[in-house]
């Protein structure tokens, strides 16, 4: 067996653990973040993939799902057959028409994340986390939960570790039922590297068995991780970090191995039959999720193009705002999938009740896209995330079980949890998602294409659209044409309608 030669890095793999673990802010605090904001760097078809091989997180809907929009038209036939047409080529038409409608997939295998530590039930027929799950959710819901819980946490004003020391020493009851890991905490400062050398054994499995502790309850750890981002959060004066928190299970993992098997028991690593797939390692594409990819582009380019068609150019009477600075409410409740960069009239014949963000701008005015890099900058980030956050909810990556929505019970001032021993639950509530169909944000800008084309390279938020996390169309003042950002380029969109013009080409323009 080879083993890797790579070095446990504390600092770097606390960092990349925050990086991927959900953004849990106080619901008095709460902002729009993407979920897969760890992924963004790749195109968002990549992303979702590997997510799901990774994280086992459900970013699309499933295949009957999608099949389900199609039947019940929903989903237009011609859409996507040219989504068809566009991936797979007119040749191959035939032969990826019976895979999108009628194959019949395997089910999905287990994800990556979880299987080092599975390995506990499997050498020891023990599951740590049965045990330290119930007393670790209640320690941390009492310790940032002040006022609210039905235990009142007895140490105020100190981290969280220097609040279990204190509590240690002067208590008469213990979190630790034997006495090595409550003297390890009381006694010595061990690191995380410490106890992973207990429990783990091999080195080059420890960030590995890190992502799968904290991922077990990834609602918790977000929480705690965004806290300690926040150092005011904490009205009670406390400190908590993901350090801390990691360090005080690792002690409780030891205490319960300890209590159930009587020291009798090596680090994970010395009974393994085989090394566990690189958490990080690529997913390679299979045809399945190029089904899936091809089935959520037909369910958005059929919302789209109903969209597209309808814009009308009209300068008299327009509704719409000109100028001004983003609303941020509007940006907290922009749940729909809509948003309109150009002058007034751009927008006038969007459909009934089709709700959009609407933000004034005059390409005339604006030659070399300066201004436009501001507003895409501030705008795609925000609305991206908002849109998102509904998409992923509805998809099941975030959201919460409608069955148990009503049996739901507070954590405080931080979250929902369906009891002491569950997890926070991360995304929106399954009211506020219920019917919403998964549709990726759609930008359309008033400008020439190519001055939107440089604007884009020069964006701090490129990667949004580049990466096709949102997705753009620019509607050129002069010819009317319609095209869409695909592949870093601008590309003739293949429905193209020209707008009807009601004024001369000179007027449209000045």
């Not at 990349?16 to 078809?45: C, D, I, M, W």
């Not at 098997?261 to 566990?276: C, M, Q, S, V």
């Not at 890099?373 to 409608?402: H, I, Q």
């Amino acid at each position: 067996m080879t083993v890797p030669n790579n070095s446990f890095d504390e600092q770097t793999v606390l960092h990349e653990l925050k990086h991927f673990l959900p953004v849990l802010s106080p619901g008095r605090a709460f902002t729009y973040q993407n979920p897969l904001r760890a992924f963004q760097g790749q195109n968002f078809f990549d992303a979702v993939r590997q997510a799901s091989e990774m994280l086992g997180y459900r970013a699309l809907l499933s295949l009957e799902e999608y099949r389900s929009l199609y039947n019940s038209k929903r989903v237009k036939p011609d859409v996507l057959e040219r989504v068809l047409v566009e991936k797979k080529g007119a040749a191959n038409t035939f032969e990826w028409q019976d895979k999108i409608l009628m194959k019949k997939f395997p089910a999905e295998s287990p994800p990556r994340i979880g299987k080092l530590r599975a390995n506990w039930q499997r050498q020891y027929k023990t599951d740590p986390d049965a045990r330290v799950h119930p007393r670790l959710f209640r320690i941390l819901g009492n310790y940032l939960d002040y006022g609210v819980s039905d235990w009142k946490f007895p140490v105020r004003g100190q981290s969280f570790l220097d609040s279990m020391r204190e509590i240690e020493s002067n208590s008469f009851v213990s979190a630790f039922n034997t006495p090595r890991a409550r003297n390890l905490l009381l006694y010595t400062s061990p690191s995380i590297s410490d106890l992973l050398t207990v429990i783990v054994g091999d080195e080059t499995l420890f960030k590995q068995y890190l992502f799968d502790q904290q991922f077990a309850h990834r609602g918790w750890s977000g929480l705690v991780a965004t806290l300690e981002a926040d150092r005011k959060a904490l009205s009670n004066g406390g400190q908590i970090t993901l350090h801390d928190i990691i360090l005080f299970e690792l002690l409780l993992e030891i205490d319960v191995l300890d209590g159930r098997l009587d020291k009798h028991w090596e680090p994970l690593a010395h009974g393994l039959p085989d090394r566990p797939q690189d958490l990080f390692a690529p997913v390679p594409g299979t045809e399945k999720s190029e089904v899936l990819a091809i089935w959520q582009q037909a369910v958005e380019w059929s919302y789209y193009e109903g969209i597209l068609a309808d814009l009308r150019r009209d300068s008299q009477n327009s509704p719409y705002q000109t100028g001004g600075h983003i609303p941020l409410t509007m940006v907290a409740n922009a749940a729909d999938s809509l948003c309109i960069i150009g002058r007034p009239a751009l927008a006038r014949n969007v459909g009934t009740g089709q709700r959009a963000f609407r933000h004034g701008y005059d390409f005339a005015l604006d030659p070399d896209g300066e201004v436009l890099e501001k507003v895409l900058d501030t705008v795609v980030p925000s609305l991206g995330a908002a849109n998102l956050e509904y998409f992923f909810s509805r998809t099941g990556l975030v959201g919460t079980d409608v069955e148990n929505t009503l049996t739901d019970q507070m954590i405080g001032l931080f979250g929902v949890a369906d009891s002491s021993r569950s997890d926070l639950r991360t995304g929106l509530p399954a009211d506020l998602t219920m019917g919403f169909e998964p549709v990726r944000l759609l930008c359309i800008v008033e400008q020439f294409p190519d001055t939107v084309l440089k604007v884009i390279y020069r964006l701090n938020s490129a990667h949004w659209l580049l990466n096709e996390w949102v997705h753009l169309v620019v509607a050129d003042p002069v010819s009317h044409e319609i095209r869409v950002l695909k592949n870093g380029e601008m590309v003739a969109y293949k429905s193209d309608r020209r707008f009807p013009d009601r004024r001369p080409v000179e007027d449209a323009v000045h």
